[in-house]
């Protein structure tokens, strides 16, 4: 990375948690029209059910949201499809 790059965006997945986001990121609405987070580490819904979407708001604690944090198994494949998501969740 030459000293001009901007930092790479990291994005980490907590089990049972939401995605942590970290670098320069821009977010934008399926219309295109930008979302500010207003930080530089923003914490993205896993769960569905924020209020605040699509940013995390600790929905996922109260209504025991369970997801693993890591996107494949131990030998490199993809998750079994009776652990991967089936889409977006509803609501």
């Known amino acids: 990375m030459a000293p001009t790059d901007p930092p790479p ?3 980490t997945l907590y089990r049972d948690g939401p995605y942590i986001v970290r670098g320069p990121l821009r977010i ?3 219309e295109g029209r930008v979302i500010d ?3 530089a580490t923003v914490a993205l819904c896993r769960c569905g ?6 940013f995390c708001d600790g929905t996922h604690n109260r209504i025991g949201f369970r997801g693993p944090a890591r996107g494949r198994d131990r ?3 993809s ?3 009776d652990r991967a998501p089936s889409g977006p969740p509803a609501g």
Request: proline residues 14%; charged residues 30%; without cysteine.
């Open 79 to 81: 998750a079994p499809a």
């Open 49 to 54: 059910r924020s209020r605040t979407q699509p």
């Open 37 to 39: 987070p207003g930080r």
């Open 75 to 77: 030998v490199g494949r």
């Open 9 to 11: 965006v990291t994005l």
């Open 28 to 30: 934008v609405d399926e």
